[in-house]
Protein backbone atom coordinates (compact mmCIF):
# COMPACT_ATOMS: atom_id res chain seq x y z
CA UNK A 1 0.00 0.00 0.00
CA UNK A 2 0.91 3.57 0.06
CA UNK A 3 3.44 5.03 2.71
CA UNK A 4 5.29 8.05 2.99
CA UNK A 5 8.03 8.49 5.10
CA UNK A 6 10.32 11.47 6.18
CA UNK A 7 13.16 11.98 8.25
CA UNK A 8 11.52 13.09 12.01
CA UNK A 9 13.97 16.11 13.01
CA UNK A 10 15.63 19.35 11.48
CA UNK A 11 16.85 22.11 13.36
CA UNK A 12 18.30 25.21 11.54
CA UNK A 13 19.84 28.66 12.17
CA UNK A 14 17.27 31.94 11.45
CA UNK A 15 18.25 33.12 8.16
CA UNK A 16 20.11 29.50 6.91
CA UNK A 17 17.78 27.43 4.24
CA UNK A 18 16.01 24.32 5.62
CA UNK A 19 15.50 21.33 3.06
CA UNK A 20 12.94 18.32 4.29
CA UNK A 21 12.41 15.10 2.52
CA UNK A 22 10.10 13.02 2.09
CA UNK A 23 9.66 9.66 0.12
CA UNK A 24 6.08 8.72 -1.34
CA UNK A 25 5.32 5.20 -2.63
CA UNK A 26 2.24 5.66 -5.22
CA UNK A 27 4.03 6.70 -8.64
CA UNK A 28 0.62 7.04 -9.78
CA UNK A 29 -0.26 9.96 -7.48
CA UNK A 30 -0.89 13.47 -9.69
CA UNK A 31 -0.77 15.69 -6.73
CA UNK A 32 1.73 15.81 -3.67
CA UNK A 33 1.20 18.04 -0.98
CA UNK A 34 3.17 19.98 1.58
CA UNK A 35 1.12 20.71 5.22
CA UNK A 36 2.05 22.62 8.22
CA UNK A 37 1.34 22.54 11.38
CA UNK A 38 1.85 25.10 14.02
CA UNK A 39 1.49 24.03 18.14
CA UNK A 40 -2.00 23.83 18.78
CA UNK A 41 -3.38 24.23 15.28
CA UNK A 42 -4.68 22.56 12.40
CA UNK A 43 -2.83 20.93 9.28
CA UNK A 44 -2.58 24.08 7.03
CA UNK A 45 -1.71 23.15 3.18
CA UNK A 46 1.37 24.82 2.03
CA UNK A 47 2.00 24.35 -1.21
CA UNK A 48 1.15 21.71 -3.51
CA UNK A 49 2.69 20.41 -6.85
CA UNK A 50 1.44 18.46 -10.04
CA UNK A 51 2.79 14.85 -10.90
CA UNK A 52 4.16 16.72 -14.57
CA UNK A 53 6.30 19.08 -12.74
CA UNK A 54 9.67 18.90 -11.43
CA UNK A 55 9.73 22.24 -9.41
CA UNK A 56 7.37 24.56 -7.85
CA UNK A 57 8.64 27.83 -6.43
CA UNK A 58 6.42 29.77 -4.06
CA UNK A 59 8.32 32.95 -2.57
CA UNK A 60 10.42 31.76 0.20
CA UNK A 61 9.18 28.07 -0.99
CA UNK A 62 10.51 25.64 -3.57
CA UNK A 63 9.21 22.06 -3.99
CA UNK A 64 11.32 19.64 -5.53
CA UNK A 65 10.12 16.16 -7.38
CA UNK A 66 11.91 13.33 -8.44
CA UNK A 67 9.66 11.11 -9.90
CA UNK A 68 12.12 8.37 -10.63
CA UNK A 69 13.55 8.02 -7.35
CA UNK A 70 9.81 8.86 -5.51
CA UNK A 71 11.43 11.78 -3.95
CA UNK A 72 9.93 15.18 -3.00
CA UNK A 73 11.41 17.78 -0.55
CA UNK A 74 10.75 21.36 0.52
CA UNK A 75 13.16 24.22 0.57
CA UNK A 76 12.87 26.93 2.34
CA UNK A 77 15.02 29.75 2.05
CA UNK A 78 15.58 32.24 4.47
CA UNK A 79 14.39 30.25 7.33
CA UNK A 80 12.79 32.61 10.31
CA UNK A 81 11.49 31.62 13.85
CA UNK A 82 8.18 31.79 12.63
CA UNK A 83 8.76 28.39 10.39
CA UNK A 84 9.26 26.88 13.60
CA UNK A 85 6.28 23.94 12.89
CA UNK A 86 5.92 20.38 11.75
CA UNK A 87 6.01 19.74 8.27
CA UNK A 88 3.95 16.96 6.75
CA UNK A 89 4.36 15.54 3.02
CA UNK A 90 0.79 14.08 1.96
CA UNK A 91 0.13 12.42 -1.20
CA UNK A 92 -3.80 10.90 -2.15
CA UNK A 93 -4.64 7.37 -0.97
CA UNK A 94 -5.62 5.36 -3.84
CA UNK A 95 -6.68 5.98 -7.49
CA UNK A 96 -9.89 7.65 -7.07
CA UNK A 97 -10.38 8.84 -3.40
CA UNK A 98 -9.69 12.34 -2.07
CA UNK A 99 -8.61 10.91 1.31
CA UNK A 100 -4.69 11.82 2.04
CA UNK A 101 -2.20 9.64 3.56
CA UNK A 102 0.23 11.46 5.85
CA UNK A 103 4.15 11.21 6.65
CA UNK A 104 4.94 11.55 10.13
CA UNK A 105 5.95 15.14 9.78
CA UNK A 106 9.36 16.90 10.28
CA UNK A 107 9.73 19.24 13.02
CA UNK A 108 11.51 21.93 12.36
CA UNK A 109 13.54 23.88 15.19
CA UNK A 110 14.70 27.33 13.99
CA UNK A 111 17.41 28.78 16.41
CA UNK A 112 18.23 32.56 16.40
CA UNK B 1 -10.52 33.39 6.56
CA UNK B 2 -13.40 31.20 6.61
CA UNK B 3 -12.55 28.28 9.53
CA UNK B 4 -13.12 24.50 10.07
CA UNK B 5 -14.55 24.28 13.95
CA UNK B 6 -13.96 21.52 16.45
CA UNK B 7 -15.23 20.97 19.78
CA UNK B 8 -14.25 20.71 22.37
CA UNK B 9 -10.66 21.22 21.64
CA UNK B 10 -10.22 18.12 25.29
CA UNK B 11 -11.97 15.60 25.76
CA UNK B 12 -11.41 12.74 28.50
CA UNK B 13 -13.58 9.81 28.77
CA UNK B 14 -13.93 6.55 30.41
CA UNK B 15 -12.74 3.07 28.44
CA UNK B 16 -16.32 1.98 27.30
CA UNK B 17 -18.15 5.12 26.46
CA UNK B 18 -19.67 7.00 23.76
CA UNK B 19 -17.96 9.99 22.27
CA UNK B 20 -19.19 12.52 19.93
CA UNK B 21 -16.36 14.87 18.32
CA UNK B 22 -18.15 18.18 16.57
CA UNK B 23 -17.32 20.03 13.84
CA UNK B 24 -18.59 22.48 11.83
CA UNK B 25 -16.82 22.78 8.22
CA UNK B 26 -16.81 25.65 6.20
CA UNK B 27 -20.22 26.20 4.71
CA UNK B 28 -20.04 25.74 1.59
CA UNK B 29 -17.66 23.16 1.41
CA UNK B 30 -19.02 19.54 -0.08
CA UNK B 31 -16.40 17.17 1.49
CA UNK B 32 -15.62 16.13 4.56
CA UNK B 33 -12.59 14.25 6.45
CA UNK B 34 -11.99 12.74 9.88
CA UNK B 35 -8.40 12.10 10.56
CA UNK B 36 -6.83 10.94 13.56
CA UNK B 37 -2.98 10.99 14.75
CA UNK B 38 -1.76 8.68 17.40
CA UNK B 39 0.32 10.62 19.90
CA UNK B 40 4.08 10.16 17.73
CA UNK B 41 2.37 8.77 14.79
CA UNK B 42 1.14 9.32 11.26
CA UNK B 43 -1.52 11.56 10.51
CA UNK B 44 -4.24 8.61 9.37
CA UNK B 45 -7.36 9.15 7.08
CA UNK B 46 -10.66 7.69 8.90
CA UNK B 47 -13.34 8.38 6.61
CA UNK B 48 -14.34 10.69 3.82
CA UNK B 49 -18.48 11.80 3.69
CA UNK B 50 -19.97 13.14 0.59
CA UNK B 51 -23.85 13.94 -0.87
CA UNK B 52 -24.89 12.93 3.16
CA UNK B 53 -22.87 9.54 2.73
CA UNK B 54 -19.77 7.71 3.14
CA UNK B 55 -17.77 7.74 0.47
CA UNK B 56 -14.83 5.99 1.69
CA UNK B 57 -13.06 4.63 4.90
CA UNK B 58 -9.67 3.32 5.83
CA UNK B 59 -9.66 0.32 7.78
CA UNK B 60 -9.49 1.65 10.90
CA UNK B 61 -13.30 3.27 10.66
CA UNK B 62 -14.77 -0.19 11.69
CA UNK B 63 -18.29 -0.11 13.35
CA UNK B 64 -17.27 1.60 16.43
CA UNK B 65 -17.50 4.26 14.53
CA UNK B 66 -19.58 6.60 12.64
CA UNK B 67 -20.40 9.41 10.91
CA UNK B 68 -23.39 11.98 11.03
CA UNK B 69 -24.23 15.43 9.43
CA UNK B 70 -27.55 15.91 11.80
CA UNK B 71 -28.49 18.94 10.43
CA UNK B 72 -26.40 20.58 7.68
CA UNK B 73 -23.94 22.68 9.75
CA UNK B 74 -22.17 20.32 11.89
CA UNK B 75 -20.64 16.83 10.84
CA UNK B 76 -20.29 14.58 13.96
CA UNK B 77 -17.58 11.32 14.67
CA UNK B 78 -19.02 9.18 17.20
CA UNK B 79 -17.31 6.57 19.29
CA UNK B 80 -19.71 3.63 20.54
CA UNK B 81 -17.34 2.22 23.42
CA UNK B 82 -13.76 3.93 23.48
CA UNK B 83 -10.70 1.75 24.15
CA UNK B 84 -7.49 3.06 25.36
CA UNK B 85 -5.66 3.10 21.93
CA UNK B 86 -8.32 5.69 20.30
CA UNK B 87 -6.83 7.98 22.33
CA UNK B 88 -5.33 10.28 19.89
CA UNK B 89 -5.73 14.06 18.70
CA UNK B 90 -8.71 14.11 15.88
CA UNK B 91 -8.94 16.18 13.29
CA UNK B 92 -11.77 16.99 11.08
CA UNK B 93 -11.54 18.90 7.42
CA UNK B 94 -13.29 19.70 5.05
CA UNK B 95 -13.09 20.86 1.01
CA UNK B 96 -15.07 22.25 -1.68
CA UNK B 97 -13.56 22.74 -4.48
CA UNK B 98 -11.72 18.93 -5.29
CA UNK B 99 -8.71 17.19 -4.12
CA UNK B 100 -5.78 19.59 -5.71
CA UNK B 101 -6.10 22.46 -3.54
CA UNK B 102 -6.24 20.54 -0.25
CA UNK B 103 -8.44 20.57 2.40
CA UNK B 104 -8.95 23.36 5.75
CA UNK B 105 -8.21 21.49 8.75
CA UNK B 106 -9.30 21.99 11.98
CA UNK B 107 -7.23 22.82 15.49
CA UNK B 108 -8.31 18.92 16.35
CA UNK B 109 -10.01 17.51 19.38
CA UNK B 110 -7.48 15.87 22.09
CA UNK B 111 -9.35 12.34 22.99
CA UNK B 112 -7.67 11.15 26.14
CA UNK B 113 -9.77 7.80 27.35
CA UNK B 114 -8.34 6.43 30.81
Known amino acids: GEDVEQSLFLSVREGDSSVINCTYT??????LYWYKQEPGAGLQLLTY?????DMKQDQRLTVLLNKKDKHLSLRIADTQTGDSAIYFC????????????FGKGTTLSVSS | EPEVTQTPSHQVTQMGQEVILRCVPI?????FYWYRQILGQKVEFLVS????????KSEIFDDQFSVERPDGSNFTLKIRSTKLEDSAMYFC????????????FGSGTRLTVV
Open chain 1, 49 to 53: IFSNM
Open chain 2, 49 to 56: FYNNEISE
Open chain 1, 26 to 31: DSSSTY
Open chain 2, 93 to 104: ASDGRGLVYGYT
Open chain 1, 90 to 101: AEPLGQAGTALI
Open chain 2, 27 to 31: SNHLY
